[in-house]
């Protein structure tokens, strides 16, 4: 199994910027793509950005040019830069991998975009 935790979430303004870190730990050879996940308040869960172990990324088309998804596999942690956050990017954000053993989800954070 993995354990990922998130950090990084927080109260920000419009228009400013948050970084998100999930940390890996465990069965880290056993994780290929990893994810960051959101889920807004009555909305359902919606996949904000994907990297796979090689680096290639991919990006939600409602957050493209303001997230970058990156991911250091020395450090076993993946990162999700937010900028021009607007309000209706408030939400929960997880952590996700995939890996052999199944699907590995963080406990989540809090973003809150409001001025």
């Known amino acids: 199994q993995v354990r990922l935790v998130e950090s990084g979430g927080g109260l920000v303004q419009p228009g400013g910027s948050l970084r998100l870190s999930c940390a890996a730990s465990g069965n880290i050879d056993s994780m290929y793509n990893m994810g960051w996940f959101r889920r807004a308040p009555g909305k359902a869960r919606e996949l904000v950005a994907i990297i796979s172990r090689d680096g290639t990324a991919n990006t939600a088309d409602s957050v493209k040019g303001r997230f970058t998804i990156s991911r250091d596999n020395a450090k076993n942690t993946m990162y999700l830069q937010m900028n021009r956050l607007k309000p209706q990017d408030t939400a929960v954000y997880y952590c996700?991998?995939?890996?052999?053993?199944?699907?590995?989800w963080g406990q989540g954070t809090q973003v809150t975009v409001s001025s």
């Open positions: 996700h991998a995939d890996t052999t053993f199944g699907d590995n």
